[in-house]
């Protein structure tokens, strides 16, 4: 089975800084791989999805951006961080057909 | 378009009571329906699914769910809920010929003592 490993696991970063956070999947290839966005604990926001390297599909116009340089391997990044860009991130990676989503145990990001 | 409504933000029963969290989805084509457990600070945790087949589908935990088609429902048990059982819990939906799964807002279960 796969596991979807996200570091770090809590990040405080400055307004303005850039982000960078990463997300690698063991035991599986050619995942579809997700990022998502948690906010206070309740309903995850879909930011960019990829069935393929160099893939990227962005579900929310904002200000952050996906990259997904090898197969098993999803970036997210921000040139400038935002206060709004505040939550808690979720990488996710599913099989093909009707496999489900399976989670990484995220990265709580705070903008002071 | 697709999308889910979880009725309730939060459930509270009492241990070894039977806990039921309730789903509706919306699909415009066959779904693939799906829930979810988070606890505290860590990511969603794959309970069950539906694809196709028979209705009542069970999955990890002692946990089960049942499609109603008409009803469009999905609606997950326990038949003795246990304070471990304590969590947010998520029902998604996708449209078999979709990437992208739509998530509910999530439901709050709190187990009793």
């Known amino acids: 089975s796969q596991t979807i490993h996200q570091w770090p696991a809590t990040l405080v970063q400055p307004v303005g800084s850039p982000l960078s956070l990463e997300c690698t999947v063991e035991?599986?290839?050619?995942?579809?791989l997700y990022w998502y966005r948690q906010a206070a604990g309740r309903g995850l926001q879909l930011l960019f999805y990829?069935?393929?390297?160099?893939?990227i599909s962005s579900e929310v116009p904002q200000n952050l951006s996906a990259s997904r340089p090898q197969d098993r391997q999803f970036i997210l990044s921000s040139k400038k961080l935002l206060l709004s860009d505040s939550g808690f991130y979720l990488c996710?990676?599913?099989?093909?057909?009707?496999?489900?989503?399976?989670f990484g145990d995220g990265t709580r990001l705070s903008i002071l | 378009a697709q999308s889910v409504a979880q009725p309730e933000d939060q459930v509270n029963v009492a241990e070894g009571n039977p806990l039921t969290v309730k789903c509706t989805y919306s699909?415009?084509?066959?779904?693939?329906l799906f829930w979810y457990v988070q606890y505290p600070n860590r990511g969603l945790q794959f309970l069950l699914k539906?694809?196709?087949?028979?209705?009542l589908v069970k999955g990890s935990y002692g946990f089960e769910a049942e499609f109603n088609k008409s009803q469009t429902s999905f609606h997950l048990k326990k038949p003795s809920a246990l304070v471990s059982d304590s969590a947010l819990y998520f029902c998604?939906?996708?449209?078999?010929?979709?990437?992208?799964?739509?998530f509910g807002a999530g439901t709050t279960v709190t187990v009793r003592a």
């Open positions: 998604a939906v996708r449209d078999m010929n979709d990437y992208k799964l739509s």
């Open positions: 539906y694809i196709t087949g028979d209705n």
């Open positions: 699909v415009s084509g066959n779904p693939y």
């Open positions: 996710a990676c599913s099989g093909q057909g009707n496999q489900p989503q399976h």
């Open positions: 990829s069935v393929g390297i160099g893939q």
């Open positions: 035991g599986t290839s050619n995942p579809n």
